[in-house]
Nanobody, 126 residues
């Protein structure tokens, strides 16, 4: 089983920046995408960002408007979510996720998700 483990999170003021990292352990040979979902209080989980492990292709939730950047230096290094210009609406539990689906690099709608991290809280105050 794949076990995503995240680090980072915390409290920032609106307009500030925060960085989250995630690594995966276990049997990772079948993982095609790594990314982040989040769940705000009273809201459904939503996809934040995705990266194709072998190729680096990324996509983001439209609402983020380029504020978030997901990158990975190599397949063996942590994937990093750089969050800039944060807004109170970004307050949520953030989950690192891994997916084995063939089309996970195309859209969140093709994500399972196969593996979830425990989650880390991001709190953005105004």
């Amino acid at each position: 089983q794949v076990q995503p483990v995240e680090s980072g999170g915390g409290a920032v003021q609106a307009g500030g920046s925060l960085r989250l990292s995630c690594t995966i352990s276990g049997y990772t040979a079948n993982i095609n995408c790594l990314g982040w979902f989040r769940q705000a209080p009273g809201k459904e989980r939503e996809g934040v960002a995705s990266i194709k492990i072998n190729g680096g292709r990324t996509f983001y939730a439209d609402s983020l408007k380029g504020r978030f950047t997901l990158y990975q230096d190599s397949g063996q290094k942590p994937v990093t979510l750089q969050m800039d210009g944060q807004e109170p609406a970004d307050t949520a539990m953030y989950f690192c996720v891994a997916d084995r689906g063939e089309f996970c690099g195309d859209s969140f709608k093709f994500w399972g998700v196969d593996s979830w991290s425990r989650g880390t809280l991001v709190s953005v105050s105004s």
